[in-house]
């Protein structure tokens, strides 16, 4: 089985059709590659061809190079990676320039043949680079088709020539959109970007009528012509200067210098665009290699992309309990947490009940999806008939007799036991014996909680962040008590909102709320030992965290800070550890800054809530001390925090499963994505180092940043997270 095929048709156009056995989208392989140079050095060699058209056998053209393949290059590319990625790359760049030379002489640029690209859809990645390298891309007019280069959002970037091609084709300033930021769009706004030729009904018969009228003149790149000059300027042209002064400071601005890809980019289109067309080839493989090279980009496509999809399809799923999708759910509470769960069930096409104890509220938990559907319409992105089938889904009520057949039950009302028990009693008596019940808490275990149930191996942990429907992740939490069906209902539940599941075992804050507690304590300590308030928030966003920890603490408030901390000391008594973070906690309680919502925290903020900037109230009554730590002191301060607490969690067996460990982190509470997440990042670092970094930041801070037994035993061993536990762990 081949990934392409030809045939030749006697009007003398090759059709060289991609089409990969077994995927419902095209990916290329490594083993695709020499087909493909294999069918073109064929249509080249026959006379009685005339051009050559590429197309596809599938609805869409391609979705890229086969990530898998990507993630495993570095391993496989020999005892000097470095090389074999580079003469890989090289390889494949050599391909490409075969398409695009198509047999044209060197000096006369004349009797090459003709070769076009017709693509039915989506064509991204390397589904664009390879028709970037053909001399016209003819495109179905679908609206729904993407056309883009979103490498960058793997941790990579175009490395297939599409970088040095679509520069010198639109310019530096008019490319950087769909090189740095990885921008998809229609085929019509491609079309009136350059980045394609042409829109039609029937893109084949196109191409192949191009193919057959087209000139010498018409497949000669015009980089490949006399007098080439770069649109836009290149970077010793005056206006080309600005650009690249300007895209420097664009891109260091956005990702802090640490994501090692945008600045690969960069490089390659500044040197690139310095030199001839082919050095320019070399350039961006060299660059590419060097981000293959890096550890980041194999970690963010292993967890952002590989292991998220994973879970996604049902990674953790219990395998033996039939399909549990939800047609009818109830949600109990109608406050923000419950209108957002009624609101993505809904676009679902999921029956929704929204329950309050006053009509009012119900009625408001409602209109939340009413908002959100007309904010939708303004933006073009839904219609009023999709507004109202939407809202035709969810019935706002106080009578809990509705809730009667429905299978899936959302508990969503104030973080109290007591309210949560008589919530549970109250649902259970109207309901089936098979409805499974589910509770929205974010810190209360979930085990307790099921002591309200009438059947506590259908009672289970459902915790949604906010807001719900941004917030990709969510948390579900088995009781000790809590059967295989409760499980498989909530994952199959979280698959139809389509959003991102983890599975963990019952414990006190759960995954997520473990660790981005300490993130955020660990910032206010630093406050008390006088560290400045700056350095802590510049140095956490340096590191690739979306925000400080003293600016995520405002925006969740220091008040809701102050009753977990109060709850958790009752709850822990002597083992508390967290007096020092107390003592600030409450002292801001008690001067009424209790964040944005107040308009004072760490931060001052306008009428609006707008953030004016660091307040000067906070380091008065906590003073700067005169010697600074050093940035990366406070970095690993704050990523060791977190981190430990992620691998205690599997090492207590609450994390099952070192993917859910990562993807949680990073679509949870925005760990590091550049890292992978914090088990990614420890293997970066390497547990031998690590574990030594634990023992002087314990010596220097206390026993928070105590080595676990499990890191320290990796340590002796000199192994990875990855490598001892592979995709799918179990603590041992």
């Not at 952002?304 to 509470?333: H, M, S, W, Y």
């Not at 019952?506 to 206010?524: K, L, V």
Request: glycine fraction near 10%; charged fraction near 25%.
């Amino acid at each position: 089985m081949t990934d392409f095929t030809m045939e030749k048709g006697a009007d003398g156009v090759a059709v060289i059709t991609w089409d990969v056995p077994g995927k419902s989208m095209n990916v290329m392989s490594m083993e695709a590659w020499p087909q493909l140079e294999g069918l073109v050095d064929d249509a080249l060699a026959d006379d009685a061809v005339k051009g050559i058209v590429i197309a596809s056998g599938k609805d869409s053209f391609a979705g890229g190079m086969d990530l898998n393949v990507i993630a495993r290059m570095k391993e496989s590319a020999g005892d000097d990676p470095a090389r074999g990625l580079f003469e890989g790359l090289m390889g494949a760049h050599g391909i490409l320039r075969k398409i695009e030379r198509a047999g044209m002489d060197a000096k006369t640029n004349k009797g090459g043949k003709p070769i076009a690209a017709a693509l039915p859809g989506t064509a991204l990645g390397i589904g664009l680079e390879i028709p970037l390298a053909t001399h016209r891309i003819f495109c179905a007019d679908n609206p729904k088709a993407k056309i883009g280069l979103p490498e960058i959002m793997v941790g990579i970037f175009p490395g297939m020539g599409g970088t040095t091609r679509l520069v010198r084709k639109m310019g530096a300033m008019a490319a950087s959109p769909f090189l740095l930021e990885g921008k998809m769009m229609a085929p019509a706004k491609a079309k009136a970007a350059g980045i394609i030729d042409e829109v039609v009904a029937d893109p084949l018969a196109a191409a192949k009528e191009w193919v057959l009228n087209a000139k010498d003149a018409d497949i000669l790149k015009p980089w490949d012509a006399k007098g080439y000059k770069m649109p836009g300027g290149a970077p010793y042209h005056p206006a080309g200067f600005m650009t690249f002064v300007g895209a420097s400071a664009m891109v260091n601005g956005k990702t802090k210098g640490v994501y090692p890809a945008a600045k690969a980019l960069l490089s390659a289109v500044y040197e690139g665009a310095l030199v001839p067309f082919d050095t320019a080839l070399k350039i961006e493989a060299r660059w590419f290699t060097n981000v293959l090279m890096n550890p980041s980009s194999g970690n963010m496509i292993r967890s952002l992309f590989i292991n998220k999809e994973a879970l996604e399809k049902g990674a953790v799923r219990p395998t033996d309990v039939p399909d549990q999708r939800v047609k009818k759910v109830g949600v109990l509470g109608a406050g923000m947490m419950g209108a957002g769960i009624a609101l993505v069930s809904a676009q679902a096409g999921i029956e929704v009940v929204l329950i309050d104890q006053k009509q009012e509220a119900a009625d408001r938990g409602k209109a939340y999806t009413e908002s959100f559907m007309d904010k939708g319409i303004a933006k073009k992105k839904a219609t009023p008939e999709k507004k109202e089938e939407v809202l035709s889904r969810i019935t706002a009520t106080t009578d809990y007799a509705a809730l009667s057949d429905a299978d899936l039950i959302i508990e969503a009302v104030f973080e109290d036991p007591k309210v949560k028990a008589e919530v549970t009693k109250a649902v259970d008596a109207v309901t089936k014996e098979d409805c499974i019940f589910a509770t929205n808490t974010s810190t209360l275990p979930i085990s307790e909680l099921a002591k309200a149930s009438k059947n506590a191996e259908q009672f289970i942990g459902i915790h949604f962040f906010s807001p719900v429907e941004k917030m990709m992740l969510v948390e579900i939490i088995k009781g000790g008590e809590t059967g295989d069906r409760a499980v498989a209902k909530a994952l199959d539940f979280v698959r139809q909102i389509r959003k991102t599941p983890i599975v963990v075992n019952d414990a006190r804050f759960f995954y997520a709320n473990r660790c981005i507690i300490p993130y955020i304590n660990e910032g206010i300590r630093m406050v008390k030992e006088g560290v400045a308030p700056a350095l802590i928030e510049n140095a956490a966003k340096m590191v690739g965290m979306p925000l400080g920890p003293l600016q995520l603490v405002d925006e969740t408030s220091i008040d809701l800070g102050a009753k977990i901390a109060r709850a958790t000391k009752a709850a822990m008594g002597d083992a508390y550890p967290d007096g020092e973070v107390d003592e600030v906690i409450f002292w801001m309680e008690g001067e009424g800054r209790l964040g944005r919502k107040a308009k004072a925290g760490f931060y001052d903020y306008d009428e609006k809530g707008k953030r004016l900037g660091l307040s000067g109230v906070v380091t008065e009554q906590y003073p700067q001390a005169k010697e600074q730590p050093a940035l990366i002191d406070v970095q690993h301060r704050l990523l060791f925090v977190q981190s430990l607490e992620a691998v205690r969690a599997l090492e207590e067996g609450v994390l099952m499963d070192i993917r859910e460990g990562d993807v949680g982190a990073i679509l949870g509470w925005g760990f590091a994505p550049w890292s992978g997440g914090p088990l990614s990042w420890l293997d970066m670092l390497g547990a031998p180092y690590a574990a030594d970094r634990c023992d002087q930041l314990e010596d220097a801070h206390g026993a928070r940043f105590h080595c676990p037994d499990l890191l320290r035993d990796m340590a002796e061993k000199n192994q990875s997270f990855y490598g001892r536990f592979g995709d799918v762990s179990e603590a041992a």
